[in-house]
């Protein structure tokens, strides 16, 4: 069966502080893999990645792909309190493009 | 550029109801997928279509059906609503990769 695993579940940092989240897979037909921040309602897209260790960077967010290991990391350096968020790694995986397989999400707290 | 929109944001149903969520995707994107994310959960995938036509499905009962139409526009329907099925619908269109999610649909069964 298909799965996502996201670590940890919960996270509370200080502001300044930096944070890295893990995300490790198993999929078959493995197409892309994608984080988003999710606040209130929609996942907000950050990163698609499908090669393996080509950093994707923005701003003070990047990301990473380790294809042959199954899994990818976010980092966020100089954490802001506009960074608590949960953050959702999810798997393009199979034949069709759109069916996403979600991990539970990273929930991200930063304190001032 | 509009996002991906949906509608109603809120609503509120009885237990054995029916109800009917809409999407629009981004001008260009064919492709619209469905998920449900309950409290606490990533989205789960519901259904994913592509001109029209179903090219995915999760693991949701019957009750659960969608169509797109001929505008790439898309309704999901569930029938026979259950306490379980409260929860954060989210309507996502792709188009070459990138997967954009709208604001959701909140749905309380009571």
């Known amino acids: 069966e298909d799965k996502v695993v996201q670590s940890p579940l919960s996270l509370v940092v200080h502001e300044g502080d930096t944070v890295t989240l893990n995300c490790s897979y198993e999929?078959?037909?493995?197409?892309?893999l994608l984080w988003y921040k999710q606040e209130k309602k929609a996942p907000t897209f950050l990163f698609m990645l499908?090669?393996?260790?080509i950093e994707k960077k923005s701003g003070r967010l990047s990301s990473i792909l380790d294809k042959k290991e199954l899994f990818s990391i976010l980092n966020i350096t100089a954490t802001q309190t506009g960074d608590s968020a949960v953050y959702l790694c999810?798997?393009?995986?199979?034949?069709?493009?759109?069916?996403?397989?979600f991990g539970k999400g990273t929930k991200l707290s930063v304190k001032p | 550029d509009a996002g991906v929109t949906q509608s109603p944001t809120h609503l509120i149903k009885t237990r054995g109801q029916h109800v009917t969520l809409r999407c629009s995707p981004i001008?260009?994107?064919?492709?619209v997928s469905w998920y449900q994310q309950v409290l606490g959960q990533g989205p789960q995938f519901i259904f994913q279509?592509?001109?029209?036509?179903?090219?995915g499905r999760g693991n949701f009962p019957d009750r659960f059906s969608a169509r797109q139409f001929p505008n790439y526009s898309s309704e999901l329907n569930v029938n026979a609503l259950l306490l379980g099925d409260s929860a954060l619908y989210l309507c996502?269109?792709?188009?070459?990769?990138?997967?954009?999610f709208g604001e959701g649909s909140w749905l309380t069964v009571v």
């Open positions: 996502a269109s792709s188009l070459g990769g990138t997967i954009y």
């Open positions: 999929v078959t037909n493995f197409r892309s």
């Open positions: 499908t090669s393996s260790g």
């Open positions: 999810a798997v393009e995986a199979g034949g069709s493009q759109g069916n996403l397989i």
């Open positions: 001008s260009g994107h064919k492709s």
């Open positions: 279509y592509y001109e029209k036509e179903e090219r």
